[in-house]
C-alpha cells in the first residue's frame, strides 16, 4: 500500500539486528542514536528482528540481542516484529512485481555469469554486472530461478539526500537487476527490508555507513512497490586505534560482555553516544540531557575511534557518582557471590568499603576484586613495598600503634597514629605505609585511617601482628 504523506506523519525508526550472531558495539550504537532519534522528536522507536537467513539464525542470539537493548534501556515501544512470520506478504510482493515485468526469473547458473557478465576496469579490477540474459531471451528453462529486479529503462542516476552526509549519487552504471528472491523463494535483505520498514511506517532509516550501497537499491524498490521513500541517515563506522575497522582484537565481542566486565549500562551508552556525535566540548550526560541535545545535525561524517581507556573514564565517573547501596546491587547483578565471599563483615563495612575503593574505579569488578583481597588478608606482602617502607624502626612503630588502637575508644583513628609518629619524632608517612601494607598487603590503596575506621579493632591488630611475625621472620634470615 502507498502511504502518502509519510515523511509528514511522527517519525518512527526502527533497529532491525539480525539475530545470527551476538549484539556487538556498533549495533547497539545504532539502536542507541535511533532511540535518542526518536525520543528527541517525540517519536516511536521500534525493534525488528530480521531471521529470514534461517541457516544462521538462532533463538539465542534473538534472547541476547533483546536482552542487551533492555540492559541499556532501549526498548521498543511496540511489540517486537520477527521478520520470518511475514514470508508470504513479501512472496506476494515478488510475485506482484513479476506480473506488472518489474522483476523476472533468471535461470543463470553462477559460473555462466561470473564467464559472461565480468566487466574489467582500468585499474584491472574485475566485477560482475549481469546482462539481462535471461530477460532478453525470455528464459523459461523448467526449475526455479532467482528473481531478479528490473531496472527501470533509462535510468541514469539513484539519488537521494542523506541526513547526515547531504546529497548521495550513485550512477546507474554501477547497478544491475539485481536478485530479490533467491532460487528457494525466500526473498533477499534489500526487498523484505523495503517491505516491512513500510509495514511499519518508518520514516527515518538511521544505519551504519555500510549499509549505504544498499540504498539505490532499496530507493528503487520502494518506487517500484509505490511506497513513499523515508529519510536516510548513515553514520560513521566505529575504528579502532590504528583507524581501521572495529574487531573482535579491539573491544569486546558482545555487548553483554562489558556488563559481565563491570561497566555500568548508562556509562556504556554516553560512551557510545559519543563515538561520532558531540554537543560542544561536554562529554558526560544524563539520560534526560542525550534526548534534550541529540541532533543528526551534530553527527560526524568520519569514522569514531573505540577507545578502552575512555569507556573505563567514563564509567569511573559514573561509579564515583552512585550511592554505595546502589553499586553494591550492580556488583551483585556482576557477581552474585560477592556479599557470601564476605559473610564476616557487616552490610555497613561492605558499604562503607565501597565508598572507600570507588574513586580509584573503572570498573565494578575493580571494586569487588579489591574489596575480596582486603578481606581475604594482605599476605603475601609486595616484596618492593617492604623493601622501600620496612625500616629497622617499622617494628617498633608498629608495636606502639597496636598499644595505642587496643587503648583506643571513640576518638578519631588518626589523633593515636599521629600520637606515634609525633612520639618517635618521624613523619606520619613512615608510619603509615607501613600500616597499609600490614593491612593491604601493598602500600598504595585507600587512605590508611579509613581503613582502620572500617576494619575492626582485632582484625586491624591481627593484621599488625603478623606484620611484626613477618618482620621478625626476615630479620632471622638476613
Known amino acids: 500500500m502507498n502511504k502518502t504523506g509519510k ?17 556487538h558495539i556498533g549495533g547497539l550504537r545504532t539502536a542507541l542514536f535511533n532511540w535518542l532519534f526518536a525520543r528527541n522528536k517525540g517519536g516511536t522507536f521500534l525493534v525488528r528482528i530480521e531471521d529470514t537467513d534461517m541457516q544462521r539464525s538462532e533463538n539465542k542470539y534473538t534472547e541476547e540481542i533483546l536482552e542487551a537493548l533492555a540492559w541499556t534501556e532501549i526498548r521498543s515501544d511496540e511489540p517486537v516484529m520477527y521478520q520470518s512470520q511475514r514470508f508470504e506478504i513479501h512472496k506476494e510482493l515478488i510475485d506482484s512485481l513479476i506480473e506488472q515485468g518489474k522483476a523476472y526469473y533468471c535461470y543463470c547458473s553462477e559460473e555462466e555469469i561470473n564467464t559472461r557478465c565480468a566487466v574489467i576496469l582500468p585499474d584491472g579490477a574485475t566485477y560482475i554486472k549481469y546482462d539481462r540474459h535471461c530477460l532478453i531471451q525470455k528464459n523459461n528453462a523448467n526449475g526455479q530461478g532467482v528473481v531478479r529486479f528490473k531496472l527501470p529503462d533509462g535510468l541514469q542516476k539513484v539519488a537521494f539526500h ?15 537487476d539485481f536478485i530479490i528472491a533467491r532460487s528457494d523463494e525466500r526473498p533477499v535483505y534489500n526487498f523484505v527490508v523495503v517491505v516491512d520498514d513500510d509495514a511499519m511506517d518508518i520514516t527515518h532509516v538511521i544505519r551504519g555507513e555500510d549499509h549505504l550501497s544498499n540504498t539505490p537499491k532499496q530507493i528503487l524498490l520502494y518506487q517500484a512497490l509505490g511506497y513513499d521513500t523515508p529519510e536516510f541517515s548513515h553514520l560513521p563506522l566505529i575504528l579502532n586505534p590504528e583507524g581501521g575497522r572495529l ?15 563491570g561497566y555500568l549500562p548508562d556509562a556504556l551508552v554516553n560512551y557510545l553516544v559519543r563515538l561520532g556525535w558531540s554537543h560542544g566540548d561536554q562529554e558526560i550526560f544524563t539520560r534526560d540531557e542525550l534526548i534534550t541535545y541529540f541532533s543528526l545535525d551534530h553527527v560526524g561524517k568520519k569514522g569514531a575511534v573505540f577507545d578502552m581507556e575512555k569507556l573505563g573514564w567514563v564509567n569511573g565517573v559514573y ?7 546502589d553499586l553494591l546491587k550492580a556488583i551483585l547483578d556482576v557477581r552474585d557471590m560477592f556479599r557470601l565471599e564476605l559473610k564476616d563483615w557487616s552490610d555497613e563495612q561492605v558499604l562503607a568499603l565501597i565508598d572507600l575503593y570507588k574513586p580509584r574505579a573503572t570498573t565494578l569488578l575493580n571494586i569487588a576484586d579489591d574489596i575480596k583481597a582486603l578481606y581475604d588478608g594482605s599476605t603475601p606482602y609486595s616484596i618492593d613495598d617492604v623493601n622501600k617502607w620496612i625500616t629497622m624502626n617499622t617494628r617498633s612503630h608498629l608495636e606502639a600503634i597496636v598499644k595505642e588502637l587496643v587503648l583506643m575508644g571513640d576518638e578519631p583513628v588518626r589523633d593515636r597514629i599521629k600520637k606515634v609518629s609525633d612520639q618517635f619524632s618521624c613523619k606520619l608517612v613512615d608510619i603509615a605505609q607501613p600500616i597499609r601494607i600490614a593491612l593491604t598487603g601493598k602500600s598504595s590503596g585507600p587512605g590508611v585511617f579509613d581503613l582502620l575506621s572500617i576494619l575492626s579493632k582485632d582484625e586491624s591488630v591481627k593484621r599488625l601482628h603478623r606484620l611484626i611475625e613477618y618482620i621478625d621472620e626476615k630479620a632471622t634470615h638476613e
Open 7 to 23: 515523511n509528514n506523519k511522527s517519525v518512527r525508526v526502527r533497529f532491525a539486528p539480525s539475530p545470527t550472531g551476538y549484539l
Open 162 to 176: 542523506d541526513l547526515i552526509r547531504g546529497r548521495v549519487s550513485f550512477p546507474a552504471s554501477q547497478l544491475d
Open 247 to 261: 574487531s573482535k582484537r579491539d573491544a569486546a565481542t558482545a555487548v553483554l560482555d562489558y556488563k559481565d566486565q
Open 319 to 325: 561509579i564515583k557518582d552512585m550511592l554505595s547501596k
